[in-house]
């Protein structure tokens, strides 16, 4: 869900899902050890990340990435890059199914900074566009593994506040995470975006202008609404001290999303980019 920059890092998952973790079944000489699954805590993670310049570029920048995540009174928020999710419906933290919905808060800044092609450079940088919007979804905790695995399906809506772009975002999701161990988590998540009209005439379509100062084709077919990219991506957690709901621990991503339709047939991406997107991170986190 919210899939804003291909290297954010979904903490939530890690931090948030390990809530659960120290619940894994033990044997019975060992006794796992009574934590409220529904208690206040807050993660702060640190690291760095590989991403494209822009989305669609076939050049990678090393980026910083800071990511905070917690649970108050229930009340679930996290970072990812520069947005902010909160779940405003209290989660108890027992198996069975629990509704989700609340606020997201984003800043884009694609095609804004560290743009390394120079043709892509030539057509002058967009504004960082403020992006607010909410979000909805079903939870069920308890599916295949454990009484403490999820399976999560949810759809986000967003669009710009200060007219950079003039449109809206639509992100559907599919998202499964399970704590192997106290000390291990994995999060797998499958979404797409769909984008409307203005947004991909202002990040993909080339006006005659930009065309004569970049050398690039002129191109307008992205001006209009469509699905403009699905991706994937994948989580990984382990503990280095105590359990995943306190301590330290590391994290690693990777995360693949492809551009597809009139986006990808861009000049921005199909002759000086790459459809295909990689991006990956590893950091590391303090749960308290």
């Known amino acids: 869900m919210r899939a804003f920059l291909p290297i954010v890092l979904p903490l939530t998952a890690c931090f948030v899902g390990s809530a659960h973790a120290q619940e894994v079944p033990t044997p019975p000489l060992a006794p796992a050890p009574a934590i409220d699954p529904g208690a206040d805590r807050i993660s702060v993670g640190v690291g760095a990340g590989v991403m494209p310049s822009y989305i669609g570029s076939n050049e990678s920048v090393v980026v910083p990435v800071v990511a905070v995540v917690g649970q108050i009174h229930g009340i679930t928020f996290n970072t990812q890059g520069t947005q902010l999710t909160v779940d405003v419906i209290p989660d108890s933290g027992k198996p069975g199914w629990k509704l989700q919905a609340g606020p997201v808060i984003a800043l884009r800044l ?3 900074s560290k743009i390394r092609d120079r043709a892509v450079k030539a057509l002058g940088k967009i504004d960082a566009a403020w992006e607010l919007g909410g979000w909805l ?28 772009y003039n449109s ?3 992100s559907p999701q599919l ?50 609404a469509g699905w403009k990219d699905w991706n994937a991506n994948l989580l990984v957690a382990r503990s280095l001290s105590g359990d995943l ?20 047939r861009s000049p ?8 295909s997107q990689w991006s990956g991170g590893i950091g590391i986190g303090y749960t308290f």
Do not use: C
Not at 140 to 152: A, F, I, M
Not at 256 to 264: E, M, P, S
Not at 268 to 275: F, L, M, R, S, W
């Open 110 to 112: 694609d095609r804004n």
């Open 137 to 164: 979804g079903i939870q069920r905790t308890g599916v295949v593994t454990s009484p403490y695995d999820k399976l999560s399906l949810s759809l986000a809506w967003q669009r710009d506040v200060n007219d950079v």
């Open 168 to 170: 809206y975002i639509v």
């Open 175 to 224: 998202e499964y995470s399970t704590p192997l161990s106290t000390k291990a988590y994995v999060d797998f998540s499958l979404g797409a975006d769909y984008v409307g009209r203005r947004f991909g005439a202002t990040y993909y379509d080339v006006t005659p202008s930009g065309s004569a100062a970049s050398g690039l084709a002129a191109y307008d077919g992205a001006d209009r």
């Open 245 to 264: 709901t306190h301590g330290v621990a590391v994290f690693g991503m990777v995360n693949y999303t492809r551009l597809v339709g009139v986006y990808a």
């Open 268 to 275: 921005i991406v199909a002759d000086v980019g790459n459809p």
